[in-house]
């Protein structure tokens, strides 16, 4: 048994996944989540319910363990900076800083020299009503958005007006891009320079949830290999420990954009489990342990599907062949539009 234990805030998929991921290594894990069902707790080796704000239940925490990280953006940035003044946190509790904010994240983007589509931020209507250039667009909540959460289409001007938008949160209006594909690049980064690189991960959203991912994905050389240079200047320039996903559009004159970074393992990187010799949630625990880097090897082509609210009940019920690889979440409740598991399938 190892010494060391990981201490995880967020108790979803990807925490269980990462819980996996370092009882592979022989590593301990206690997982804090503010959900007393967080499924998370099924995989580690202990487990804290407690609110993220909560400095007696987050030093028991620290308490605990040798080492945080986290499995999604939106931890109070305070309590990651408590946590750290004892406990390192990686990756650094700055870059979260940065990437929970809509605005300073396509801001960071931009100052790398790297592309994204055309915004500006929206603090009242009268910001909106002035830049309709850029409608068609998408009103995107800066704070706490995911899975399409906290977003507005506007196809015209007149949705202004049409689509009772609350405005006591800020927003970043988007530019509507023509989307041919969509894909993400996940990159673990161990030191300066010092990256594994997955092939790009071609992905398909349904209602602005990802609903499939593939490997290999359909996408000139060119492109690739500019994708994997941006997510290795971006993971650079953060000073990045750990796994990071770029997730990147390609529009119908195949012009590149990035989308948005995830400061953490993705959800298109799960087919990793099955078609990589190391997956990202391994690869993440070997990063912020200092295990140092070892050489990705390919094993398969892959798809994920994810299995989303009550689709759920029918792939319990289903049998599976020897390369199908079904991981049910084990959520309590079963929610419209809500991850409830993902099925992988590779080809041998
Ligand atoms: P989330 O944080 O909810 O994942 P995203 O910004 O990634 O939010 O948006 C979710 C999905 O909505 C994207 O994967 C894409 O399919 C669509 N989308 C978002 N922004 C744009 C845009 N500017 N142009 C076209 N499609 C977009
Ligand atoms: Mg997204």
Redo the contacts with the bound molecule.
Sequence with gaps: MSELTIGILGGGQLGSLLCLGAKKLNINTVIYCDDKDAPAQNYANAFIFGDYKDEIKIKDFINKVDIVTYEFENIPFETLDLINQFKEVKPKPAINKIVQHRLYEKDFINKCNIGT?RYVSIKEKSDLNSNIKLIP??L?TCRL?????G?YKLNNPSDIENLNIDFSQEYIL????N?KK?FSIILTRFSHSVHSVYEPIE?E?EN?ILKYSKIPADIDNKIVSKAKDWASIIADDLDYVGTICV?Y?MDRNDNLYV??IAPRVHNSGHLTINSYNISQFENHIRAICGLGKQELKKLHDAKMINIIGEEIVSYRSKKYSDNEFFFDYGKKEIKANRKMGHLTVIQR
């Excluded at 958005?145 to 959460?149: E, F, R, S, T």
Aim: no cysteine; aromatic share 8%.
């Design positions: 589509a667009g998408i995107k958005g995911y899975d399409g959460k977003q988007e530019k509507m891009i989307l969509e992905n959203h602005q997730e559009f989308n948005e």
